[in-house]
């Protein structure tokens, strides 16, 4: 065995209280009035990506904020997404992200990232439930629109 000299890390999952209340999410309507408590002023500033955990009654558990972009866009990678979902035992999750520009319509990189998310995390036995674009009037659900 070869010894290094750096240390290795120790990997925990940390929940922290909010004042979020824990709801149900039955639609991509409750799904949008629950994820604008994450958003304030910012909403039309720059784009930012959300999941809000899910158990096997819809029953919200948690939510992280997975990336902050620029106007324009925002990275998200797969892998932190379902890190997430696995480690707080979800069965399901909703993708949250706005638009500053005000127009909810889908790009071509919000239905492929969608696509890919879906089919990595039904590897794993988790569903992606929908993925709900905000502006400050409005939203676009994914799954309402027959793109999941």
Known sequence: MIEYKSNIKEFT???NQTDFK??????????SEYARQFYYDDIE??????????NNHNNTI???KISQ????????????????????LATSFICIHN????????????????KSLKQAAQLLDI????????????YTSLADEGLI
């Open 99 to 114: 638009h500053p520009s005000g127009n909810t319509k889908p790009s071509n990189a919000d239905i492929e990232l969608t």
């Open 13 to 15: 999952l940390k929940k």
């Open 62 to 64: 948690g939510y992280v």
């Open 45 to 54: 500033i720059y784009e930012s990506f959300f999941i809000i955990l899910l």
């Open 69 to 88: 972009g620029g106007i324009t866009g925002t990275v998200v990678d797969k892998r932190i997404v379902l890190k997430y979902a696995i480690e707080s």
């Open 22 to 31: 824990k709801v149900k999410i039955t639609d991509s309507k409750s799904a």
């Open 127 to 138: 569903q992606l439930m929908d993925h709900v674009i905000l502006t400050k009037e409005s």
